[in-house]
Nanobody
């Protein structure tokens, strides 16, 4: 079992930056592929970024490519999402997710564990 706790959300002006962190419990963090998703009221949870166990392969939604960077520190059991050039449409609750087994990194259904979410609000 893995417990995930996100932090780093907040209010920022358009064009600004935020860095989200997701701290994972347990000693097998490096066994999990990790992902970030986001959700706004009334909408489906949306894929943002994912990273494989080794950290060598990453995936991004087209809407954030070139602006967001996912990374992980397996020694610290933490995954990060660096968000630059933020836009009002990036406003959402951001969730960290973990999956032990191989699967489509873009699909929320392949992830077994989820954090409680952190609010990101980008003002225009």
């Amino acid at each position: 079992q893995v417990q995930l706790v996100e932090s780093g959300g907040g209010l920022v002006q358009a064009g600004g930056s935020l860095r989200l962190s997701c701290a994972a419990s347990g000693r097998t963090f490096s066994s999990y592929a990790m992902g970030w998703f986001r959700q706004t009221p009334g909408k489906e949870r949306e894929f943002v970024a994912a990273i494989r166990r080794s950290g060598l392969t990453t995936y991004y939604a087209d809407s954030v490519k070139g602006r967001f960077t996912i990374s992980r520190d397996n020694a610290k059991n933490t995954v990060f999402l660096q968000m630059n050039s933020l836009k009002p449409e990036d406003t959402a609750v951001y969730y960290c997710a973990a999956r032990r087994w191989d699967g489509d990194p873009y699909r929320s259904g392949t992830y077994e564990y989820w954090g409680q979410g952190t609010q990101v609000t980008v003002s225009s």
